[in-house]
DNA sequence: CGATAGAGTCGAACCGGTTCGACACGTCGA
DNA sequence: TCGACGTGTCGAACCGGTTCGACTCTATCG
C-alpha cells in the first residue's frame, strides 16, 4: 500500500512537506503543491484512517446508537436513520452503527477506544442508561428524544406537547366536541417513551380548555389487536365524532376497520395521525397528521454533534433542547362534525 | 486518557510486556499477568482503537454497503440491516453503514483508507458498479444478490428459482390449472434487480411443465397504484384461481383489494407471497409465504466474510454462492380450486 | 547596508499500540 | 560442571500519518 512516505519521495520533497501540501494546513509553494498532488494522483494515495486518527486525535466517525425494537415501526427507524447517514456523509463523516441491545456497554467502547468523534442516541428513554456513559465520555453527544435530564447533551425532538394541543384544537375550531386519542401502547411508555404522555397530557389539558370530552386510550402495536382495539373504542364512544392517533400501528390498520364498519372520513368521523410522510405514503394513508419529521431530527442532531465536534460553538456555548414544530399536513380527513345529524330534525 | 504506557509503569513492567499480557500473545508469568490485568482496570485503559489498527493492520470493522432505495420496502431493508449488525458484533466487529449514493465511490474511500477489514454489499444488481471497485480492493467483500459475475465474492441470495418452482407447484399439485404472478416494477428489473426474472422464468417453467397457464404481469411498487393493478388482473383472468405475488407492495395492498372484491382466500383464491415472516407480521399478512430470511441472510454474509478475514478458510478456498432454500410459510391461504363450482354442475 | 519579517522546507518527535530479537535466569541432561 | 533449552521480560523499531521548531532564502524597511 502506497504511504505519504512514497508520494514525498516521487515528489521529492520532505514527508512534512507532502503531508502540508496535502492538508494546507501550512503554507507550500504552488510548483511543490501540484507536484505532490500529482504524485498522490497517479500513485493512487488515500490516507491511512488509522494512522490519521492516532496523530490527529481525529476519527471523523460518529457513531449511532439505535435500537431495533420489535414494537418500533420499521419504516420509521429507518427514516432517522437515513436523516442521519445523509447528513454526516455531506459533512465528511462516516457513520459507526451499533444495534447493540447493551447500549450502554457499546457506547462505552466506541468512546473509550476513540473509535468516534462524537454520538447521535436514538429512541432516547425518558432515563436512559446510555446518559450516565456519554456523559462520562470525552466525545460530545446528540439526541433524538427528550431524557428527564437533559444536562451534557444536545437534545432534538418533536414538540409532543404542541402536537397534542394542535390536534385537539384544530378539530375544535372545526366544531367536534367529543374526541378519541389513541396513543402508544403502554410498554411503550413504561420503556421511558414519555413522548406517549407529553402528547397526551397536552391534548387532555387543551380538551379540558375548550370544555370537550376527550377519551384516551393505549392501543396495541401490532394487528390484529390494534384492528380489534379500534373496534372496541368505536362501539364504545358512538358519540364521538374525531379520532386522534400517537400510534404508527393504529393508523396503518385504520382503513380496514373504517371500511368494515362503513364510516367515511371526513364525513362520518375526522381522523388525525401522527406521523411522517413517508410513512404516510409507504401505506397510502388517507388522514391528515402531524409530521413527526424523523429524517429532519436526525439531520439537525449531526448538525448540532459536527459543530461540537469542531468547536464553532461559541466559547461555552449552552447545550441545545430543540423541539421541531409540528406541522399538520392537511390530507382532507377532517371536517366538521355530523353534517348528516345537524340536517336530520 | 489513559494509555497502555500508563498501566505498565502502574504494574511495573514494560510496555511490551503489558501488551502480551492483555493480548496473550505470548506467555506471561500468572503473577505478571494479574497485576497487569488489575492495573489496566484500576486505570479505566482501553486500547486506542486507531494505533491498534494502525499496529495490526486490522480495525475489527466490518464495511456495510447499503442502498436506500424510495421503492425499496424499508422493513425488509432493516431487517437486512439487523443480521448483519447482530452478527458482526457476535463475532466481534463493528459496522461502518454507508448509504452514499455513490457506492463505488464510497467503497473505495473506506477500503484504500484501511478503515475497514471488509465488506458486505446489500442490494446487489446484476451489473452492481460497486464490484469493480470491490474486487480491486485489498479486503474481502461479500455479496447479499447474486450478480452476473461472482468472481472475487462469497454471495448469498435467495433461490428464487427453486421459490418460483415451489409456489406453482405447490397450486399445482391441489389441482390448479390458472394462476397469476405479480413481479416487482419493471423499472427494478431494469436497475439490475435479477431476482424478479430468476423467479418468474422458473415459474414460466414450472408452469408449463405442468401443462398450467400463468400470467405475468410486473406490478406497481407504491398504493393507491398497485391496488389498481391487482383488480385490473383479477377482472382480466377471472379462471384464475390461485395468485403469486414477487412483490411486497402487492401482499400488503392484497387484504383491502380482496375485501373490496368480497373474495375469500383460500375459498374462493388460493395466495402465495415471497416475503418475510417480520414482513407478514408488521402487515398482519394472512398469505402463506416464501420465507425471503433477510436476517438469515446478512447473517450468513457476515459469517463468511469474517472467516475470509481471520483467513480460517482453507488454503485457496474458492469463493462461495450460495443460496438460501426458499421455505414456504403455511398461513392457510391456498386450498384446491374452486370447490363451489365443483359442486354446481 | 544591515536588521527583520515572512514564506517555504526540512528533520525529528509524537500519537499508542504491536512485535521482533535479545537477554537473563532456571532446569535438565550429558 | 558445562552446554542446551525453555520461559519470561525488556528495549527498540515500526505502523503512517501530523505537527513543532529550526533553518534558509528572499523581500522589505529604516
Same mark, same amino acid.
Given at each position: 500500500?502506497?504511504?505519504?512516505?512514497?508520494?514525498?519521495?516521487?515528489?521529492?520533497?520532505?514527508?512534512?512537506?507532502?503531508?502540508?501540501?496535502? @492538508?494546507?494546513? $501550512?503554507?507550500?509553494?504552488?510548483?511543490?503543491?501540484?507536484?505532490?498532488?500529482?504524485?498522490?494522483m497517479?500513485?493512487?494515495?488515500?490516507?491511512n484512517?488509522?494512522a490519521?486518527?492516532?496523530?490527529?486525535?481525529?476519527?471523523?466517525?460518529?457513531?449511532?446508537?439505535?435500537?431495533?425494537l420489535?414494537?418500533?415501526?420499521?419504516?420509521?427507524?429507518?427514516?432517522?436513520?437515513?436523516?442521519?447517514?445523509d447528513?454526516?456523509?455531506?459533512?465528511?463523516?462516516?457513520?459507526?452503527?451499533?444495534?447493540?441491545?447493551?447500549?450502554?456497554?457499546?457506547?462505552?467502547?466506541?468512546?473509550?477506544?476513540?473509535?468516534?468523534?462524537?454520538?447521535?442516541?436514538?429512541?432516547?428513554?425518558?432515563?436512559?442508561?446510555?446518559?450516565?456513559v456519554?456523559?462520562?465520555?470525552?466525545?460530545?453527544?446528540?439526541?433524538?428524544?427528550?431524557?428527564?435530564?437533559? @444536562?451534557?447533551?444536545?437534545?432534538?425532538?418533536?414538540?409532543?406537547?404542541?402536537?397534542?394541543?394542535a390536534?385537539?384544537?384544530?378539530?375544535?375550531?372545526?366544531?367536534?366536541?367529543?374526541?378519541?386519542?389513541?396513543?402508544?401502547?403502554?410498554?411503550?411508555?413504561?420503556?421511558?417513551?414519555?413522548?406517549?404522555?407529553?402528547?397526551?397530557?397536552?391534548?387532555?389539558?387543551?380538551?379540558?380548555?375548550?370544555?370537550?370530552?376527550?377519551?384516551?386510550?393505549?392501543?396495541?402495536?401490532?394487528?390484529?389487536?390494534?384492528?380489534?382495539?379500534?373496534?372496541?373504542?368505536?362501539?364504545?364512544?358512538?358519540?364521538? @365524532?374525531?379520532?386522534?392517533?400517537?400510534?404508527?400501528?393504529?393508523?396503518?390498520?385504520?382503513?380496514?376497520?373504517?371500511?368494515? $364498519?362503513?364510516?367515511? @372520513?371526513?364525513?362520518?368521523?375526522?381522523?388525525?395521525?401522527?406521523y411522517?410522510?413517508?410513512?404516510?405514503?409507504?401505506?397510502?394513508?388517507?388522514?391528515?397528521?402531524?409530521?413527526?419529521?424523523?429524517?429532519?431530527?436526525?439531520?439537525?442532531?449531526?448538525?448540532?454533534?459536527?459543530?461540537?465536534?469542531?468547536?464553532?460553538?461559541?466559547?461555552?456555548?449552552?447545550?441545545?433542547?430543540?423541539?421541531?414544530?409540528?406541522?399538520?399536513?392537511?390530507?382532507?380527513?377532517?371536517?366538521?362534525?355530523?353534517?348528516?345529524?345537524?340536517?336530520?330534525?
Amino acid at each position: 500500500m502506497v504511504n505519504i512516505g512514497d508520494v514525498a519521495r516521487a515528489a521529492g520533497v520532505a514527508r512534512s512537506t507532502a503531508s502540508y501540501a496535502l @492538508t494546507g494546513k $501550512r503554507a507550500v509553494s504552488d510548483e511543490v503543491r501540484t507536484r505532490v498532488r500529482q504524485a498522490a494522483m497517479e500513485l493512487g494515495y488515500t490516507p491511512n484512517a488509522g494512522a490519521r486518527a492516532l496523530a490527529t486525535s481525529r476519527s471523523n466517525v460518529i457513531g449511532l446508537l439505535a435500537q431495533f425494537l420489535p414494537d418500533e415501526f420499521a419504516p420509521a427507524m429507518l427514516q432517522y436513520l437515513q436523516g442521519v447517514t445523509d447528513t454526516a456523509r455531506d459533512l465528511g463523516y462516516d457513520i459507526l452503527l451499533s444495534s447493540d441491545s447493551d447500549g450502554p456497554g457499546a457506547l462505552k467502547r466506541i468512546t473509550d477506544s476513540r473509535m468516534v468523534d462524537g454520538v447521535v442516541l436514538l429512541n432516547v428513554a425518558e432515563d436512559d442508561d446510555r446518559l450516565p456513559v456519554l456523559r462520562a465520555a470525552a466525545q460530545p453527544g446528540a439526541l433524538v428524544g427528550l431524557p428527564r435530564d437533559c @444536562t451534557g447533551v444536545d437534545v432534538f425532538d418533536l414538540d409532543f406537547e404542541e402536537a397534542g394541543r394542535a390536534m385537539v384544537e384544530h378539530l375544535a375550531r372545526l366544531g367536534h366536541r367529543e374526541l378519541i386519542l389513541v396513543s402508544q401502547p403502554e410498554h411503550v411508555v413504561e420503556r421511558g417513551g414519555a413522548y406517549v404522555w407529553r402528547l397526551q397530557n397536552a391534548a387532555v389539558q387543551a380538551a379540558a380548555a375548550k370544555g370537550i370530552t376527550l377519551h384516551t386510550v393505549f392501543g396495541a402495536a401490532t394487528q390484529p389487536d390494534i384492528g380489534r382495539d379500534l373496534h372496541a373504542l368505536l362501539d364504545a364512544h358512538p358519540g364521538a @365524532t374525531g379520532l386522534l392517533l400517537n400510534n404508527e400501528a393504529a393508523a396503518a390498520a385504520l382503513p380496514t376497520v373504517l371500511r368494515t $364498519r362503513d364510516v367515511e @372520513t371526513p364525513a362520518d368521523l375526522s381522523v388525525i395521525g401522527r406521523y411522517s410522510d413517508e410513512f404516510a405514503r409507504t401505506f397510502s394513508l388517507p388522514y391528515s397528521s402531524i409530521e413527526s419529521a424523523p429524517d429532519r431530527l436526525g439531520s439537525m442532531a449531526v448538525r448540532q454533534l459536527v459543530r461540537r465536534i469542531e468547536n464553532q460553538v461559541p466559547e461555552g456555548d449552552p447545550y441545545v433542547v430543540r423541539f421541531v414544530h409540528p406541522e399538520l399536513v392537511d390530507r382532507g380527513s377532517t371536517a366538521p362534525p355530523h353534517l348528516g345529524e345537524a340536517c336530520e330534525p
